[in-house]
């Protein structure tokens, strides 16, 4: 089991350009998440997706959009890049209502807007 | 508003020394309190978790202690060693979905 996966591990972008992360679990969770990490500022929820076909605004939603596109699979898209999304974004996924509160994590996207 | 806050922001402890970490809440509708670890270009693994039915539990070297009246839990690492060298976060949620994280705590164990 490869876990969570994200590509791209690094990335840099102009102001203006737009990109999407991608991230996969293999362990048929429902839940998945995308975070923030900024020094300082520790994870920061931009969106989750509860289940297959929801997705509901976290903490820092603004300049994001998501697409959850199967149970597997859960983007993050920046439309317009701007510098304020220069960061480190982790995806993570959950049995959400299963035995197990635990989220797992990817190992993250380095992403510079210039 | 951060609903997690967490204390102190780095701890340097000489090894064989205990590591503690403070973090405090305000929503009482928060019913699970985990503790990561992440190393330098990782993602953040679990190390710990409590839920508010408990004071105390215990895996090995790490402890949570958690004071449901105050809304405050703490991480112990006893015996610390360089490799518990890392940045660790607090976090909470309620019966949902969401998860609140604290701002995070970087841990340097000088042999």
């Known amino acids: 089991n490869a876990g969570v996966t994200q590509t791209p591990k690094f990335q840099v972008l102009k102001t203006g350009q737009s990109m999407t992360l991608q991230c996969a679990q293999d362990m048929n969770h429902n839940s998945m998440y995308w975070y923030r990490q900024d020094p300082g500022m520790g994870l920061r929820l931009i969106y989750y997706s509860a289940s297959e076909g929801t997705t509901d605004k976290g903490e820092v939603p603004n300049g994001y959009n998501v697409s959850r596109l199967n149970k597997r699979e859960f983007s993050l898209r920046l439309e317009s890049a701007a510098p304020s999304q220069t960061s480190v974004y982790f995806c993570?996924?959950?049995?959400?209502?299963?035995?197990?509160?635990?989220?797992?994590f990817g190992p993250g996207t380095r992403l510079t807007v210039l | 508003q951060q609903q997690v806050k967490q204390s102190p922001q780095s701890l340097i402890v000489q090894k064989g020394g205990i590591s503690i970490i403070n973090c405090a809440y305000e929503n009482t509708a928060f019913d699970y309190f985990p503790w990561y670890q992440q190393f330098p270009g990782k993602g953040p693994a679990l190390l710990i978790a409590i839920r508010p039915d408990v004071s105390e539990k215990k895996e090995g070297r790490f402890t949570i202690s958690f004071n449901k009246s105050a809304k405050q839990f703490s991480l112990h690492i006893m015996d610390s060693q360089p490799g518990d060298s890392a940045t660790y976060f607090c976090a909470a949620a309620p019966q949902g979905n969401q998860f609140y994280f604290g701002t995070g705590t970087s841990l340097t164990v000088i042999p």
């Open positions: 993570a996924s959950r049995d959400y209502g299963g035995v197990s509160s635990e989220q797992f």
